[in-house]
């Protein structure tokens, strides 16, 4: 368990990242996402992974 959540805080951070890029490619593009739009993003990574770790900590219990 204790190894699983490093792990899964790694991998929130590469999805962060992964908006971040997205964000900045289109931001240089035609039809580059609005503020709400990226805020939404961030938020259903976090909810994600959010999620998981509830799943994880419930599996433990």
Request: hydrophobic share 45%.
């Amino acid at each position: 368990m204790t190894a699983l959540l490093p792990q899964l805080a790694d991998q929130e951070t590469a999805a962060l990242v992964d908006v971040e890029t997205e964000f900045a490619r289109r931001a240089a593009g035609v039809k580059p996402w609005s503020i709400a739009e990226y805020l939404d993003a961030i938020e259903s990574v976090h909810t994600r992974f959010n999620r998981f770790r509830h799943f994880q900590q419930k599996q433990v219990a």
